[in-house]
């Protein structure tokens, strides 16, 4: 069983348009974020959930809005993409913030 | 904010040579975790570390964490070309959360 999933694996869209990536965690795990990775590999929080509580929220534009419906699941929702956001988008779990398991990945190409 | 500082960004070593990368932070970390993350794939833990001059091997890979818990190293000895990808130090913060380095992207030559 895969802990953490993320969907879809592969995400093409034109500029302008709004997009969700789902991500969910069958570890049981308290805290769920979000990861923007660029072409340089550089990993860059976004966003975090603690018992459905935002508790990190890094200055990303405010286009992007992280839904938490259950502990187990934290999906980000896009508006109005840019060129920009073209990245890969990691999705992580963990509990007591420590050890982080993250997802595959949802490679996200902007045109 | 705080940061975690990582060098090499890049390392090109030939087959059986040995490995290093370094991370740095100005503050005090309550913990350094190691993630390595292959090419195309996600980044997965390898090693905490949570006392400080802590030393722990994992067969040729061995991490330190620093005497005041402000640095931390992962050494790989005789390079094969399975330990090819990107290693990414990430220090725990003073509000609980975990701070990434920018990584060390290892390429290994046959």
């Known amino acids: 069983d895969t802990a953490v999933s993320q969907t879809p694996k592969y995400l093409v869209t034109q500029m302008g348009n709004d997009k969700s990536i789902k991500c969910e965690q069958n570890?049981?795990?308290?805290?769920m974020y979000w990861y923007k990775q660029d072409s340089k590999k550089f990993l860059k929080i976004m966003f975090s959930?603690?018992?459905?509580?935002?508790?990190i929220n890094e200055t990303v534009p405010n286009r992007f809005s992280p839904k938490s419906p259950d502990k187990a699941h934290l999906n980000l929702h896009i508006n109005s993409l840019e060129l920009g956001d073209s990245a890969v988008y990691f999705c992580?779990?963990?509990?007591?913030?420590?050890?982080?398991?993250f997802g595959p990945g949802t490679r996200l190409l902007v045109l | 904010g705080q940061q975690v500082m990582q060098i090499p960004q890049y390392q090109h070593v030939q087959e059986g040579e040995d490995f290093t990368t370094y991370c740095n932070s100005s503050?005090?970390?309550?913990?350094i975790q190691w993630y390595k993350q292959r090419p195309g794939g996600h980044p997965v833990f390898l090693i905490q570390?949570?006392?400080?001059?802590e030393v722990k091997k994992q067969k040729r890979l061995t991490f330190q964490f620093g005497e005041a818990k402000k640095n931390s190293s992962l050494h790989i000895t005789a390079t094969q070309t399975t330990d090819v990808g990107t290693y990414f130090c990430?220090?725990?913060?003073?509000?609980?959360?975990?701070?990434f380095g920018k990584g060390t992207k290892l390429s290994v030559k046959p």
């Open positions: 992580a779990s963990s509990q007591d913030q420590k050890t982080q398991y």
């Open positions: 570890l049981g795990h308290d805290t």
């Open positions: 959930y603690n018992n459905k509580e935002l508790i």
């Open positions: 503050t005090t970390l309550s913990n």
């Open positions: 570390l949570v006392k400080s001059g």
């Open positions: 990430a220090g725990g913060g003073s509000q609980g959360n975990l701070i």
